[in-house]
């Protein structure tokens, strides 16, 4: 079973169905879970240099959050987890703290990956998967892009390729 497959399994049950979207909705987002696979350095697929050194957001419920953790990030071969809100595990949790946010207003907005500062640093990504989570309820809601984790497919950005992927909700 996937990594997104156990998070919406465990966290979807049947609580859902007793909730009223409204009442879903209104609920207030405790935790959001990034995970990034950077490709790996590959001269077969003409990828030579993977990871970046430049900044990455993560633009939800209609404001970004910085991804930054203190050990090197967005390596290439590299499979992380960003963890913002309850448990952060992100350089600057208060400033990436997504706990004042409502699952309806991470519905109202759309939820993209943004690389910024690009200067000669492109980015090869894999896989992007995004799920938010409130204490309050077991409730999972969850995106992503660029399909499933191991079906090679990536997406390259940097200066002349783009500083977006925007997501998909999944659930």
Same mark, same amino acid.
């Given at each position: 079973? +996937?990594?997104? @497959?156990?998070?919406?399994?465990?966290? @979807?049950? @049947?609580?859902i169905?007793?909730?009223? #979207?409204?009442?879903?909705?209104?609920?207030?987002i =405790?935790?959001?879970?990034?995970?990034?696979? +950077? !490709?790996?350095n590959?001269?077969?697929?003409?990828?030579?240099?993977?990871?970046?050194?430049?900044?990455?957001?993560?633009?939800l419920?209609?404001?970004?959050?910085y991804?930054?953790?203190? /050990? #090197?990030d967005f390596?290439?071969?590299?499979?992380?987890l960003?963890? $913002?809100?309850t448990?952060?595990n992100?350089?600057?949790p208060?400033?990436? %703290?997504?706990?004042? $946010? +409502?699952?309806?207003?991470?519905?109202?907005?759309p939820?993209? /990956?943004? $690389?910024?500062?690009?200067?000669?640093? %492109?980015?090869t990504?894999?896989?992007?998967?995004?799920?938010?989570?409130?204490n309050n +309820?077991?409730?999972s809601f !969850?995106?992503?892009?660029?399909?499933?984790? *191991? %079906? *090679?497919?990536?997406?390259? $950005?940097?200066? =002349? !390729?783009?500083s /977006?992927?925007?997501? =998909?909700? =999944? %659930?």
């Amino acid at each position: 079973m +996937t990594w997104s @497959a156990v998070a919406t399994t465990v966290c @979807a049950g @049947a609580l859902i169905a007793a909730l009223s #979207p409204s009442e879903l909705y209104a609920q207030n987002i =405790t935790q959001v879970q990034v995970r990034i696979k +950077t !490709s790996s350095n590959s001269s077969s697929l003409g990828i030579a240099n993977a990871g970046t050194d430049g900044n990455v957001y993560l633009g939800l419920g209609g404001r970004e959050f910085y991804l930054d953790r203190p /050990l #090197p990030d967005f390596d290439a071969g590299a499979d992380e987890l960003f963890v $913002l809100g309850t448990s952060a595990n992100v350089v600057n949790p208060s400033g990436s %703290d997504p706990r004042s $946010l +409502t699952f309806n207003q991470a519905h109202g907005y759309p939820v993209y /990956l943004r $690389l910024s500062e690009i200067i000669d640093d %492109d980015w090869t990504v894999d896989y992007v998967e995004v799920h938010i989570f409130s204490n309050n +309820t077991p409730a999972s809601f !969850s995106w992503n892009a660029l399909g499933s984790l *191991n %079906d *090679n497919q990536r997406l390259r $950005l940097g200066r =002349t !390729s783009g500083s /977006l992927i925007y997501l =998909t909700r =999944t %659930d």
